[in-house]
């Protein structure tokens, strides 16, 4: 009698299938991180995330408001735009966004040897789940490359600074949320033109009114001194 092929085996392809779809240009530290070893734990995640809630919709107007969170974001923090898109690809639709934020993008770095820079990393690292949150269009299973990346920046912060890594994991994602909701007019444009048309220009970058965060103002306390 034939054996029943692992249950678990279909859950996995889909889960790496997902992970492959969200993979695009990384940020240095997003490479350190894989490189610790945290590609096995991703692939963990993603299998149990999609095993409890299923495969993410990847529909048209959740990357374009994914990729309006990430445009967002950047811009508040003084991003300079080169490009931002969103496009049909075969597991679904995908986006991309290049907006460098001086001070923040530039050569790699570790959340040892800098980790304030780290900090407003994930911040953009973890925009676009930010954004989906606040429009009411997050799944569990999407994404996980981004939040596993911003929660281990979180994370190895807090315990650097010998303060409490789940509450900085939330306090992360309170400041996206914060920039988000004061941009909500702008972000609101950003996604109606991915929607619309699958990318925003320069142009209609330049039109909007975006309200900036100073980069101090984002860093939280604890992380600037000593223990919280």
């Not at 993603?46 to 299923?54: L, P, T």
């Not at 931002?84 to 790699?108: L, Q």
């Amino acid at each position: 009698m034939e054996k029943n092929p692992n249950p678990n085996r279909q859950q996995r392809r889909l889960a790496e299938r997902e992970l492959r779809r969200q993979k695009g240009p990384q940020h240095g530290l997003a490479k350190n991180l894989a490189a610790q070893g945290a590609i096995g734990d991703l692939i963990k995640m993603q299998v149990e995330a999609v095993r409890e809630h299923g495969m993410p919709p990847n529909t048209r107007r959740v990357a374009a408001i994914h990729e309006a969170g990430h445009c967002t974001v950047a811009l508040a923090m003084g991003g300079i735009f080169k490009e931002a898109y969103i496009k049909k690809a075969a597991a679904g639709w995908e986006g991309f966004t290049s907006i460098r934020v001086p001070g923040v993008h530039g050569s790699d770095l570790t959340v040892q040897s800098d980790p304030a820079r780290a900090w407003l990393l994930g911040l953009n690292m973890l925009a676009g789940i930010a954004a989906e949150i606040e429009a009411g269009v997050y799944h569990p299973a999407a994404n996980i490359e981004e939040s596993f990346s911003a929660a281990q920046i979180a994370g190895q912060a807090a315990m650097l600074k010998g303060s409490d890594p789940r509450a900085a994991i939330s306090e992360l994602m309170l400041h996206c949320a914060a920039i988000i909701q004061a941009n909500n007019a702008p972000f609101k444009a950003i996604a109606e033109a991915f929607e619309q048309r699958g990318h925003i220009t320069a142009a209609e970058v330049a039109q909007q009114r975006i309200v900036q965060f100073g980069h101090d103002t984002l860093v939280p306390g604890w992380l600037k001194g000593g223990a919280a």
